[in-house]
């Protein structure tokens, strides 16, 4: 919750910020800004102040520039200044949720001042800490509110503060955020530039809801649905959104009929062939997603560092062999078994076809699951986005042309 909820309250006359608010939480930003843009400045701002301050962020940029001026200046100023400096940072940073510091204290109060001055602000903030700043504003302590409680009203806060604290970084993403935060659990964590001066905090429920979001997001980015797209998305609005990823997924499903139209003639001299189709495509697309969730994950906890690239792939692909051998043993088994009962006299050359086709069709399926997520990612765009659709497409071309290719060379 941001620090001007009670200030929030006063602003959303007619209990429109209470019927708003559920509204706007289950739209993406553009579909939120579009919402909100009916309603005047106040209660803008004041459903805005309810919202976590990286979505407060994107629905602002969506407004036109005189709408967006209205709504800061419909806000209480030291949070609109904070929505304007967060602006600057990049999405995904921590930058973008920031919340304005209330409680920032001098080293020479006393215990009594600061008392004073914190029952004044509680009134319209939620106060976890105060922060202690040099007249510069670099930040030098933090004092928690048991400290306060406990000592005596003469004592300055230099002698009772935490000094050094922990702080974040601006320009860091939140993945990196939440990998220094992960043994803190602290409510708040201030935020200081390059030179250790405060200018704003975080929340670590602000984080870690941001970070859920990114991850459910994930599953949908893998198949082509996009981040923005939400329950309540328009019909209209969720077609424009997924068609064109079908429409991609089809024609990469022609790439793949395309090779058993190469080898008609083998399927038609073996139609028994017809038959592991798909159980070749189903075990190495299975096999190529298992690697990809892996790989997804490592990218998404940090836990791929730079230069161990190669080693994971080799990884995948000895994980697909092995996979792949004792698999297609069964699939073997299966193809002789199915074959001598239909009385083909080639029986034993189908099934080696069979297991050397699915060894490997899962070693190629495992190396990329691991690949394509990197690939992606060193283009620029999100690993995740739409990486099932070209796994499916590499797994179903190299698992049919596998089988079909062999049996071509080695059956006749």
Known sequence: MSAGVTASQQLAPGGERAALLPEVKSRPPQEAATLLAEYPAEVIAAV???????????????????????????????????W??????????????MEPVVAVLRPQQSVG?????????????????????????????????????????????????????????????LGEAMKLVLDRHYPAYPVCDGNGVLIGLVRGQAMFEEQAFEITAQAGAMVGVEREERLATPIAQSF????????LNLLTAFIAGAVVGIFEGTVERLVVLAAFLPVLAGQSGNTGCQALAVTLRGLTLGELKAGTERAMVLKEASLGFANGSFTGLVAAIGMFAYATLQGLPNA????????????????????????????????GADPATASSIFLTTATDVVSMGLLLGLATVLVR
């Open 240 to 247: 424009k959104y997924r068609h064109p990823w079908l429409q």
């Open 113 to 173: 001042e600061t008392i004073e001055q914190l029952r004044n602000l509680i009134r319209t903030a939620f106060i976890t800490y105060g922060y202690v700043i040099e007249p510069d504003g670099r930040l030098i302590g933090v004092v928690t509110m048991r400290d306060l409680l406990f000592s005596a009203h003469e004592a300055r806060l230099e002698e009772l503060m935490l000094r050094e604290p922990f702080f974040l970084l601006p320009e860091l993403t």
């Open 348 to 379: 034993f050359p189908l099934s080696a076809v069979v297991w050397l086709a699915l060894v490997g069709a899962c070693v190629v399926s495992g190396v990329c699951g691991a690949l394509i997520p990197l690939t992606l990612k060193r283009f």
């Open 84 to 97: 304007e400096r967060n602006a600057a940072y990049t999405q995904g940073s921590i930058g973008r949720l």
């Open 48 to 82: 805005l102040l309810e919202m976590n301050p990286s979505f407060t962020q994107d629905v602002l940029q969506e407004f036109p520039r005189g709408l967006t001026t209205a709504v800061l200046q419909a806000a209480p100023p030291v949070t609109a200044l904070q």
